[in-house]
Nanobody
Framework: QVQLVESGGGLVQAGDSLRLSCEAS????????MAWFRQAPGKERRFVAA????????YYTDSVKGRFTISRDNAKNTVYLQMNSLNAEDTAVYCC????????????????????WGQGNQVTVSS
């Protein structure tokens, strides 16, 4: 069992930056692909970004390309989401997720591929 705990959310203004962190329990963090999803009010949870087990491969949804960066530090069991140039459309609850069945360079984008989820962290961008 893996527990994921997010931190770093909050209220910012449009154009600001924010970094989310997600720390995982256990000793097998480097064997999981990791991802960030977000859920805006009244909408379904959607994929934001994913990173492969080693960090050698990343993938982003189109709306955040060039603004968000996903990274990981396997020595710290932590995955990050650096968010720049935030806008009101980025307002959502952000959750990290872990995929225990991933291959070395895979970056899954579907919710059903992920086995463990964090509790979520609110990000609010005021315009």
């Amino acid at each position: 069992q893996v527990q994921l705990v997010e931190s770093g959310g909050g209220l910012v203004q449009a154009g600001d930056s924010l970094r989310l962190s997600c720390e995982a329990s256990g000793r097998t963090f480097s064997s999981y692909a990791m991802a960030w999803f977000r859920q805006a009010p009244g909408k379904e949870r959607r994929f934001v970004a994913a990173i492969s087990r080693s960090g050698g491969s990343t993938y982003y949804t189109d709306s955040v390309k060039g603004r968000f960066t996903i990274s990981r530090d396997n020595a710290k069991n932590t995955v990050y989401l650096q968010m720049n140039s935030l806008n009101a459309e980025d307002t959502a609850v952000y959750c990290c997720a872990a995929d225990r069945g991933s291959t070395f360079l895979s970056t899954p984008t579907r919710r059903k591929e992920y086995d463990y989820w964090g509790q979520g962290n609110q990000v609010t961008v005021s315009s």
